[in-house]
């Protein structure tokens, strides 16, 4: 059944544990690295390095406390893992770099390293591409295509003019085609539709027929997506998902390798739930005023027709509490999710993280949420 298996709550001196990603290494040791906060400020650019913690027995115990593994040297935060082993067998690990220039702007840049050895030792972290500006990757973002491509989804957090001069925010993508040894953005930079603010955070998978399918988090009330046939170079017109009524809040999809189900984890905003959604006022991101930032009810969704349609499983609906910035891994035998779940004790939502495991039965893929 469903189980809740590690929970790294905040803590004097620690006061934010958040978003991470899984990775099974060849031992059969499952590892999960993570923001790990010091000092007493758990704003996004606050003092953070990138925590390692690791399961031996498919994701039930996590018994030893945690490890730094990158610090963030002289910057000012480092955080949003993305791991990903390729088809090669080597490791990649990206997270952003936060750092303030001498004219006082903030700059948010993705680094990218290799493991060679299963985690043991990393090259020296580098610059995914030779750009500053304010660069958002979410965690748990890197996917390599059946062709060997690499693909990184990206919010430039630059602000651009609209035709109608209105400020707004896109999505492009970083591009690999030799496993990460260079890399470059895709042809299309991907504005928001009229009267949308926002693509924020995006995430991208392929489909089994070739094509790829975005998606990014938006104040419309839906997540928006849209396609691509040609590798990530080119993509349709973006359009709002109407399965994935939701705030200002990242979702995640990734396909179950057993049941090749697509598994869909987002805050649901749909009426269908009957659970109270607290309203916050946009724009705010001050802590006092984005406790949960309405990111709650918590639920889970499966599709057996590449999307076309979608069934629904409630997985958190405490409307006290918020759940975001989601880590999927399926390991065979359970779906691993690792994901923010703050709102208790005068935390926020950002603060607190969970680990829970849905076993799935390993001839099917079927999860188990009983």
Known sequence: MMQDVCYIGSQPGNPRNSEGAFLSLQDGRIIFIY?????HDPEDNANADLALIESADDGLTWPKAPRIIFSRGKADNIMSV???????????????EKFTSPDGELHCVPYITFSDD????????RLLLPDSGYHVVCNDRLVQLSTGRIIVPVSPWVELESPDRKKVMGMTFFLSDDEGATWRLSKDYLYPPENVR?????????????RLWTWARTSSNYQFGCYSSDGGETWGEVKPLMDFCSPLSPMSVKRNPVSQRLTAVWNDHQPRWNVPVPIRKIPSYRWKECKTAGRTPFVLAESDDEGKSWQATLLEDDPK??????????TGTALLLGYCCGGLNGTMML???KLRRIPCDPATGCLNFD
Do not use: K
């Open 35 to 39: 923001t790990r906060y010091d000092g």
């Open 82 to 96: 993305s791991l990903l082993r390729l088809h090669s067998g080597r490791i990649m690990l990206v997270y952003l």
């Open 118 to 125: 299963e985690t043991a030792t990393w090259t020296t972290p």
């Open 198 to 210: 926002a693509l924020q955070e995006p995430g991208v998978l392929e489909l089994t027929d070739g």
């Open 321 to 330: 509490r918020g759940f975001g910035y989601t880590a999927m891994h399926f």
């Open 351 to 353: 603060q607190d993280l």
